[in-house]
């Protein structure tokens, strides 16, 4: 694994999190939610390419 991908994961979790805390003191609730599954979805899509990536690695490696 690299050690990108989690500096990357935890870059997006810190940025959120700090949105989420600025929108949610102003009274933008609901747009705090949205940028927080904003945030998932996006890490959801780097981990399913590592997955993906994973997967044809076995692949390749039983020749499958």
Known sequence: MDVDLIFKIAAIGILVSVLNQLLVRSGR????????????????????????????????????
């Open 29 to 64: 609730e609901e747009q705090a939610m949205m940028t927080t599954l904003a945030g998932l979805v996006v890490v959801m899509m780097m981990l399913v390419q590592q997955i993906s990536d994973l997967f044809d690695l076995v692949k390749s490696l039983f020749s499958l």
